[in-house]
């Protein structure tokens, strides 16, 4: 599975966090716990402390950029 970087991160219509990782893809970063625990994800210090954190990403299923830039 390939890994790449969090360069930022918007909400989407439902204001669920979602990370923009560096090779355009997105993914949901929810804090819900029990079974998902991200706690950081819910401030601005805490996301700004995952920015270049690596995420695994659908880089490898061929999939299309979710941000064509």
């Not at 090779?23 to 270049?52: E, Y």
Request: hydrophobic content about 40%; aromatic content about 8%; charged content about 20%.
């Amino acid at each position: 599975m390939m890994h790449r970087a969090i360069i930022a991160f918007h909400t989407d219509e439902e204001l669920h966090w979602v990370a923009e990782l560096a090779c355009g893809h997105n993914q949901h970063v929810r804090h819900n716990p029990p079974w998902v625990n991200r706690p950081w994800v819910l401030t601005v210090a805490g996301r700004d402390q995952f920015i270049g954190h690596l995420l695994a990403c659908k880089c490898d299923r061929g999939e299309p950029r979710d941000n064509p830039y």
